[in-house]
């Protein structure tokens, strides 16, 4: 069923919302990743993965870690907090989003400054590659307290599904959630902040 169809009848909308645990750069060591799944707000399941710092293997990663779970024929959209993990592994959100069959969302807490994106991009090798991935994820929306790219559905149907799966803050349950696990599995605790 669709995010319109499944806001206007009130059903259950199951997510995943994928975070990166914090890392050291330039350890050479993989990234920590998060994927919690809930229903609405309601936390259901979760997913652990490593990717590359500012690798290539991001979106493989997450394709390949949903293919074989059990939540993947539940899920009804994929949430990242923001477009890249680990760094600058920058993730294809149209491939993501074809590859899965769902609606993927690129979700930042404000609008990115590009011209430093592009800057912190020159100093890692093959920075024009890595900025035409990131260009694909197509426009950044504006529905605050939600900046995102999207693929897969409308920005309005977005922006709905966004203010549903959110229970406090600015952040969807699924990612805040994502958030204070990855903290606590490599620190030993989670933040105050998510």
Not at 99 to 118: E, G
Not at 134 to 160: K, M, W
């Amino acid at each position: 069923m669709k995010l319109e169809e499944l806001l206007r009848l009130r059903r259950t909308i199951r997510v995943i919302g994928f975070d990166d645990a914090p890392f050291v750069r330039g350890s050479g060591q993989p990234v920590g990743v998060a994927g919690v799944i809930c229903g609405n707000t309601r936390f259901e399941g979760m997913l652990w993965g490593e990717v590359e710092a500012d690798g290539w293997d991001g979106t493989e990663q997450l394709c390949k870690w949903l293919s074989k779970s059990k939540f993947l024929p539940q899920l009804h959209l994929i949430l990242l907090d923001g477009i890249c993990l680990g760094g600058f592994n920058v993730i294809d959100l149209p491939l993501l989003s074809r590859t899965l069959n769902l609606p993927c969302v690129a979700l930042m807490r404000s609008l990115p400054d590009l011209d430093k994106m592009k800057f912190a991009l020159s100093r890692l090798p093959f920075p024009e590659k890595r900025w035409e991935i990131l260009q694909r994820a197509g426009e950044i929306y504006g529905y605050p307290p939600f900046y995102f790219q999207v693929q897969g559905d409308t920005p309005n149907t977005i922006a709905s599904v966004l203010n549903s799966l959110t229970d406090r803050g600015h952040v969807p349950e699924a990612l805040r959630l994502a958030h204070l696990i990855g903290a606590a599995v490599i620190k030993g605790e989670s933040g105050k902040q998510a």
